[in-house]
């Protein structure tokens, strides 16, 4: 029960102004992570962010990619999906990231997850998506 009030918590959004856009943004819930997806498209466009409740990196992470994907533009990231993992509920995960997290990694059509470089906490939220949506390209 521990874990799924975890996870629960991370998907509060942490500003109104996420709340009361007109993309609208789902959240699914699953025993180890939860998904955003948007509701508008189907994306085979997906983002996996390993964080652990507390840490403050992972927080700022998480609202700077929440925020990224409600912005528009030609560097647009708003189709894709970004599950959100809390390693502590997982001792796999746990293993391989205790010592790294936040890490974000992109789901290839294969199912096999490849990291990303990290993201300096410094970047702004546009400089966040241009990083997302280069990474996406390739």
Known sequence: MAIAAATIALARP????LLTTTHRANWVFTPFALSHSSSSS????????YSKPGCCLC?????????ALL?????????VDLQIRDITANPEWEK?????IPVLARV??????ETL??????????????????ALKH
Do not use: F, N
Not at 14 to 17: D, F, Q, V
Not at 108 to 113: A, R
Not at 126 to 134: F, G, L, P, R, T
């Open 71 to 79: 912005l528009s533009g030609p560097d647009s990231i708003h189709d």
């Open 59 to 67: 927080d700022g992470l998480k609202e700077k990619l929440q925020a």
């Open 108 to 113: 290839l059509s294969d199912g096999t997850e």
């Open 42 to 49: 189907k994306s085979s466009r997906a983002l996996i962010l």
């Open 14 to 17: 942490t500003s109104k102004a």
């Open 117 to 134: 470089p990290r993201l300096s906490p410094r970047l702004g939220v546009e400089m966040v998506q241009k990083k997302i949506a280069a």
């Open 96 to 100: 391989a990231y205790q010592y790294e």
